[in-house]
């Protein structure tokens, strides 16, 4: 089957099969007058002018093309919702006053806990739904809500039942270092001693996670006890990943930099010798301004991050608690007003330096032949246009694997 989009006003994406950093994450191809020529799901050819033929024609009508986004950092699985926080935080407790009052991730945990797999996976397909619908072709989601074995794997599953249900290509992450669950207040270690002989060894045995992530948080873990988790995942073939300085400035880019993890996460309060240490270890960073935007906090230092050569990628960050959101669209514009990047360099965080970080960067993330045929007609003319519209979904066509969703 091959199908061919024509008449693309403009064609924008970078191009590469690894994370672009430094100047180069600016630089992307811009076509004029463009076609894309998909088979099998694969994008076959991408060229200008007149168009060869298929069996599918999609008629873009002079409008902006862009690979469909990759959302590389989502907490998709999850029961209840967690509304009734709104009411504390205007009265102003802050996140981690939340969770310690046993509320926050704890308050999803007994929620998760509560769920069939079928439901959580019911609840999240709707998600993924949306996600689709908003350009988002390409997702990361994490466990982190069972906090036992039984339901962190129950979290694993239905995440491995939407990936071969959904088009959505979902990409696994272990995130039992979340919290330390009530059960375990008094004995950290007993929780520790759980993660790295009992869940990290049944997750890698059965296939269900290829990252494993910590929350090096106050609050959460310290550096020391993420590093212990982090290097068992990696004993059992799980890459490192950690929410780090996302509060507090505990040391987490420091470790992710030590230890070469594939991305270091939200990085709010990120020192230089963490920016340093990442640089030296090859690991991006996973930008989440919807966080900042919904805590009230800071924006992380992008800028210094993309002068000392470190990968920028953005996401939403999609979770019950610090943000109910998965548009990422609105990511885009946040990466422009607050982080100050620029639009070429937002849609590289948002394709390619996002699949990168979810090791997904031979598949997807840029628009050329050989990938999947993933890709997003906008209502726009040109990229600026999808930066600086604010909060509404300018998607029009979805491709997936070369299968148009939504209007044509
Ligand atoms: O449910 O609060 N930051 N983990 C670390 C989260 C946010 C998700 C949550
Ligand atoms: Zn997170």
């Given at each position: 089957?091959?199908?061919?989009?024509?008449?693309i006003?403009?064609?924008?994406?970078?191009?590469?099969?690894?994370?672009?950093?430094?100047q180069?994450?600016?630089?992307i191809?811009?076509?004029?007058?463009?076609?894309?020529?998909m088979?099998?799901?694969?994008?076959a050819?991408?060229?200008?002018?007149?168009?060869?033929?298929?069996?599918?024609?999609?008629?873009?009508?002079?409008?902006?093309?862009?690979?469909?986004?990759?959302?590389?950092?989502t907490h998709?699985?999850?029961?209840?919702?967690?509304?009734?926080e709104?009411?504390?935080?205007?009265?102003g407790a802050?996140y981690?006053?939340?969770?310690?009052?046993?509320?926050?991730?704890?308050?999803?945990?007994?929620?998760?806990?509560?769920a069939?797999?079928?439901?959580?996976?019911d609840?999240?397909g709707?998600a993924?739904?949306?996600?689709?619908?908003?350009?988002?072709?390409t997702?990361?989601?994490?466990?982190?809500?069972?906090l036992?074995?039984?339901?962190?794997?129950?979290q694993?599953?239905a995440?491995r039942?939407?990936?071969?249900?959904h088009?959505?290509?979902?990409?696994?992450?272990?995130?039992?270092?979340?919290?330390?669950?009530?059960?375990?207040?008094?004995d950290?270690?007993g929780?520790l001693?759980?993660?790295?002989?009992?869940?990290?060894?049944?997750?890698?045995?059965?296939?269900?996670?290829?990252?494993?992530d910590?929350?090096?948080?106050?609050?959460?873990?310290?550096?020391?006890e993420?590093?212990i988790?982090l290097?068992?995942?990696?004993a059992?073939?799980?890459?490192p990943?950690?929410?780090?300085?996302?509060?507090?400035?505990i040391?987490?880019?420091?470790l992710?930099?030590?230890?070469?993890?594939?991305?270091?996460?939200h990085?709010?309060v990120?020192?230089?010798?963490?920016?340093?240490?990442?640089a030296?270890g090859?690991?991006?960073a996973?930008?989440?301004p919807?966080?900042?935007?919904?805590?009230g906090?800071?924006?992380?230092?992008?800028r210094r991050?993309?002068?000392?050569?470190?990968?920028?990628a953005?996401?939403?960050?999609?979770?019950?608690g610090?943000?109910?959101?998965l548009?990422?669209?609105?990511?885009?514009?946040?990466?422009?007003?607050?982080y100050?990047?620029?639009?070429e360099e937002?849609?590289?965080?948002?394709?390619?330096?996002?699949?990168?970080?979810i090791?997904?960067?031979?598949?997807t993330?840029s628009?050329?032949?050989?990938?999947?045929?993933?890709?997003?007609i906008w209502?726009?003319?040109d990229?600026?246009?999808?930066c600086?519209?604010?909060?509404?979904?300018l998607?029009r066509t979805?491709?997936?694997?070369g299968v148009p969703?939504?209007?044509?």
């Amino acid at each position: 089957m091959k199908t061919i989009v024509t008449h693309i006003g403009m064609l924008a994406t970078p191009l590469g099969r690894g994370p672009r950093k430094g100047q180069l994450q600016g630089q992307i191809q811009t076509l004029r007058d463009a076609w894309v020529l998909m088979e099998e799901g694969a994008v076959a050819q991408v060229g200008t002018g007149p168009a060869p033929g298929a069996d599918q024609t999609i008629d873009a009508r002079d409008r902006l093309v862009t690979p469909g986004l990759v959302d590389s950092h989502t907490h998709l699985i999850f029961g209840g919702w967690r509304q009734h926080e709104l009411g504390m935080k205007l009265r102003g407790a802050s996140y981690l006053d939340i969770l310690a009052q046993g509320g926050g991730i704890l308050s999803t945990v007994s929620a998760t806990r509560a769920a069939s797999q079928e439901e959580l996976a019911d609840k999240a397909g709707k998600a993924l739904d949306e996600m689709l619908s908003l350009g988002t072709t390409t997702c990361e989601a994490k466990s982190g809500y069972g906090l036992d074995v039984d339901t962190e794997l129950k979290q694993l599953r239905a995440i491995r039942e939407l990936d071969a249900r959904h088009p959505m290509d979902l990409v696994p992450t272990f995130l039992g270092a979340h919290a330390v669950p009530a059960e375990h207040r008094e004995d950290r270690a007993g929780y520790l001693r759980l993660l790295c002989e009992e869940a990290i060894p049944a997750v890698a045995a059965q296939g269900l996670a290829r990252f494993c992530d910590v929350f090096c948080e106050t609050g959460a873990f310290t550096a020391e006890e993420s590093r212990i988790v982090l290097e068992t995942g990696k004993a059992h073939g799980l890459i490192p990943k950690i929410h780090a300085d996302e509060i507090d400035p505990i040391g987490g880019s420091r470790l992710a930099g030590e230890i070469g993890a594939v991305s270091a996460e939200h990085l709010i309060v990120c020192p230089e010798e963490g920016i340093t240490a990442m640089a030296a270890g090859g690991t991006a960073a996973c930008l989440l301004p919807c966080t900042s935007f919904y805590l009230g906090a800071a924006y992380a230092p992008a800028r210094r991050m993309v002068e000392a050569g470190v990968p920028v990628a953005m996401a939403t960050d999609f979770n019950p608690g610090s943000c109910p959101c998965l548009n990422m669209q609105l990511v885009m514009s946040l990466g422009c007003l607050k982080y100050r990047l620029t639009p070429e360099e937002v849609l590289t965080a948002v394709t390619l330096n996002g699949a990168a970080a979810i090791g997904r960067a031979d598949r997807t993330g840029s628009v050329e032949p050989g990938k999947w045929g993933d890709l997003v007609i906008w209502e726009a003319e040109d990229l600026n246009y999808i930066c600086y519209r604010l909060g509404g979904n300018l998607a029009r066509t979805v491709i997936k694997k070369g299968v148009p969703y939504g209007k044509e």
